[in-house]
T-cell receptor, first 116, second 112 residues
Framework: GAGVSQSPRYKVAKRGQDVALRCDPISGHVSLFWYQQALGQGPEFLTYFQNEAQLDKSGLPSDRFFAERPEGSVSTLKIQRTQQEDSAVYLC??????????????FGEGSRLTVL | GDSVTQMEGPVTLSEEAFLTINCTYTATGYPSLFWYVQYPGEGLQLLLKATKADDKGSNKGFEATYRKETTSFHLEKGSVQVSDSAVYFCALRHSGNTPLVFGKGTRLSVIA
């Protein structure tokens, strides 16, 4: 597709349920990032992939959060046993290259998770 | 660790008014600096960037200058339009594919 695609756009889960959020990056983009954006806050980094390798997962808030990108393209963020504090918009971003900090990140529209 | 501080919003301006959104940062070394914009119902989009001291980024009438001496990257526009209403995020990033570090965002509302 032309841009980063995320699904579902909206997800309501009961506390304790598992959820899976999907990100389809721009074709050919090597780098993929997940961010969490709470209401009224800026995005907070969760994890980073270069192709299929998860190079940084320092931002994942607990071991209930798990991300994968098995074929170096589509990525899934899974949250197990959801809690109310997990309610947020989850943003996915991709970029073309692997080197340098000046490469533009292209963001999807996000998946809004509400945990009841 | 690295951090970005933006002026708190919301900011409400009349059309054609001058806009300044302040942004300062704390970081080691020489990060690249960015402004991202989020229009209602849309994803984050890169507005402009600057990669080294004294660089000026510009786009769609917006400008920001990388000021190392004051660790600032203030966003300015001479004459805002209703269509500029959005949330603006200042961010920094080091080289080597480190993640973007964002400020909390500043909501701008422009009224006709």
């Amino acid at each position: 597709g032309a841009g980063v695609s995320q699904s579902p756009r909206y997800k309501v889960a009961k506390r304790g349920q598992d959820v899976a959020l999907r990100c389809d990056p721009i074709s050919g983009h090597v780098s993929l990032f997940w961010y969490q954006q709470a209401l009224g806050q800026g995005p907070e980094f969760l994890t980073y992939f270069q192709n299929e390798a998860q190079l940084d997962k320092s931002g994942l808030p607990s071991d209930r959060f798990f991300a994968e990108r098995p074929e170096g393209s589509v990525s899934t963020l899974k949250i197990q046993r959801t809690q109310q504090e997990d309610s947020a918009v989850y943003l996915c971003a991709s970029s073309l290259g692997t080197s340098g900090g000046t490469g533009e990140l292209f963001f999807g529209e996000g998946s809004r998770l509400t945990v009841l | 660790g690295d951090s970005v501080t933006q002026m708190e919003g919301p900011v409400t301006l009349s059309e054609e008014a001058f806009l300044t959104i302040n942004c300062t940062y704390t970081a080691t070394g020489y990060p690249s600096l960015f402004w991202y914009v989020q229009y209602p119902g849309e994803g984050l989009q890169l507005l402009l960037k600057a990669t080294k001291a004294d660089d000026k980024g510009s786009n769609k009438g917006f400008e920001a200058t990388y000021r190392k001496e004051t660790t600032s990257f203030h966003l300015e526009k001479g004459s805002v339009q209703v269509s500029d209403s959005a949330v603006y995020f200042c961010a920094l990033r080091h080289s080597g594919n480190t993640p973007l570090v964002f400020g909390k965002g500043t909501r701008l509302s422009v009224i006709a």
